[in-house]
């Protein structure tokens, strides 16, 4: 024991030095410091708690299961809460989304999914398939192979020795274009670029492409026309492509239905990363969904080799058991859409009093304003500015906590995300 000579005022880090008041208690959509002040969570943590903080029901359901057991290996036992979570999910899942594998978070999540993706191939005769295309400014995970599908060349640059080089393409970020095409057009154009990029790689070395079907904190939830999501599935089927969609943000009713690719029916994937809403931060929760058809021909060459182990655990899956639950019966992802529609209105009012507002978007409540230097050119402001930093640090101060970001990769830009848990009333938005 060298007890105390470790010792330093914190013996924690995370990204960078900077510190913040330290937790107390948190409740509904809001969270208080230890020092008595309170705050709006207006984003939800990272767009993580959106069954609200603070949920007895759910509390209940976790004790319930705490009392029994918290961790038994799935080597060894199978566990009803696993099993039953699987289920629920599965009703909630578009046709044809019958096969689970848990994980504990997005990035895990995002990583199963490429895992998985590439299994299939080799089990089905495709080994020569193993590029991942995805888009630039995207974010899909901090692990090695999601990163490498992470549009976002700053967090990536130190790395780049360690991971394989992906192909990338444009962010569909249509609301900057200034040309003759309609929207349903430039939908289009910015998904032929997916098809420009699987021949200019050879067809028969693709394996997928990952998208955020309603972006996140990398694009400031952008969402493409509509033409652009059938789109891409039209050309990942003629290429023999799998088409993922990182829901790991936009899903569990974050933007009013359960995953943000059912506003898109005809677009659908297949393969789905969950995480964040799904575990509601009450526990570390992810999932990979994906169909028997992807998943039985790996079970059969020999099983996926892959796996974490603390997925499926008991108490993660009592957690999101009763998150899911507690969505229904709230009729939260209804709320989600009612008070998105409101929310987004509030924030579009904005724009006339505050200049530098360029950009209302989103869906549900995974809104964003992108801030600019002027709003007909949609012209950056300048990076010396910091402004996402200083208007997060403005409603910080003010109680109010959004979550900003200025993204570098495509395009330069600063966007502040308002993304309330959906138990959010009128008058509180
Ligand atoms: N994918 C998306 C779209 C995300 O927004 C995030 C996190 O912000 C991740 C993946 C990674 O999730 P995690 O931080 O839980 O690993």
Not at 151 to 174: E, Q
Not at 334 to 341: E, S
């Amino acid at each position: 024991m060298h007890a105390g000579s470790n010792r330093r005022a914190s013996n924690l880090f995370y990204q960078s030095g900077s510190r913040r008041p330290p937790v107390d208690r948190a409740e509904g959509i809001y969270i208080w410091a230890q020092d008595g002040r309170r705050w709006i969570d207006g984003s939800s943590g990272a767009m993580v708690v959106n069954i609200g903080h603070g949920n007895r029901n759910v509390l209940d359901a976790m004790k319930r299961q705490m009392e029994r057991t918290t961790f038994a290996y799935r080597l060894h036992f199978e566990n009803d809460a696993a099993e039953d979570l699987a289920t629920r999910l599965c009703d909630l899942m578009p046709p044809g989304f019958d096969r689970v594998f848990f994980v504990s978070g997005g990035s895990e999540a995002t990583e199963s999914c490429i895992k998985l993706a590439r299994q299939y191939a080799v089990a089905t005769g495709q080994a020569g398939r193993y590029k991942v295309i995805s888009r630039f400014p995207s974010y899909h995970g901090c692990t090695l192979g999601a990163l490498a599908v992470t549009g976002y060349a700053a967090l990536a640059a130190p790395f780049s020795p360690l991971m394989a080089a992906m192909p990338k393409i444009p962010a569909p970020t249509a609301y900057l274009d200034r040309d003759d095409l309609t929207p349903a057009g430039r939908g289009l154009r910015y998904a032929d670029m997916l098809e420009a990029a699987i021949k200019a790689e050879g067809p028969e070395t693709v394996l997928a492409f990952i998208m955020e079907p309603v972006g996140g904190a990398s694009t400031g939830a952008l969402v493409a026309p509509d033409s652009y999501y059938p789109r891409v599935r039209e050309i990942c089927d003629r290429y023999g492509v799998l088409l993922i969609h990182d829901e790991v943000m936009s899903g569990a009713g974050r933007t009013g239905k359960f995953l943000a690719g059912d506003h898109w029916p005809d677009g659908r994937p297949d393969l789905v990363a969950l995480s964040k809403g799904l575990g509601s931060g009450y526990c570390p929760l992810g999932a990979m969904v994906a169909p028997d058809r992807i998943v039985a021909p790996v079970l059969a060459a020999g099983g996926f080799l892959h796996g974490f182990t603390y997925a499926g655990n008991p108490l993660a899956s009592a957690a999101g058991l009763a998150v899911l639950d507690e969505m229904e019966r709230g009729d939260m992802i209804g709320n989600a859409a009612r008070m998105g529609a409101v929310l987004a209105a509030r924030l579009e009012g904005l724009k006339a009093r505050f200049p530098f507002i360029g950009d209302v978007r989103g869906k549900g409540l995974l809104l964003a304003a992108e801030l600019v230097a002027d709003p007909g050119t949609m012209e950056p402001l300048p990076a010396r500015l910091n402004a996402y930093q200083r208007l997060v640090d403005i409603a910080y101060d003010k109680g109010l906590i959004i979550y900003s970001r200025r993204t570098r990769g495509g395009y330069e830009g600063d966007h502040v995300l308002v993304c309330p848990p959906l138990i959010i009333t009128e008058a509180q938005v």
